[in-house]
């Protein structure tokens, strides 16, 4: 009987590309506060999941989606400028 080890080796072969390049840990980086915005509201969302609503988590999920908002606004802008920077030149 052959070793699963063995199989898996030939069914995918190790490669050095399986690391995240430089750019894609940059491109990471910079969505970062986008993405750790949309966790807190997904955590807030889940919370309601087993329970009915209060004030308080309607707060707390209105502030989370705000800063989604904000996030994916500040993300867009950035972009934006970078991309209106490269055609000014």
């Known amino acids: 009987m052959k070793s699963i080890v063995a199989l898996q080796s030939i069914v995918t072969p190790w490669s ?13 980086e910079v969505e970062l506060p986008l993405i750790l915005a949309e966790v807190d509201l997904l955590d807030a969302l889940i ?31 950035r972009t934006a400028d970078t991309s209106m920077a490269g055609d000014a030149a």
Do not use: H, K, Q, Y
Not at 16 to 28: F, K, M, Q, T
Not at 48 to 62: K, T, W, Y
């Open 47 to 77: 919370t309601l999941l087993d329970r009915p609503a209060s004030a308080f988590d309607g707060r707390r999920i209105r502030r989370a989606r705000n800063r989604v908002l904000a996030a994916r606004r500040d993300l867009t802008n």
């Open 16 to 28: 050095d590309g399986l690391e995240p390049s430089d750019a894609e840990l940059e491109a990471i």
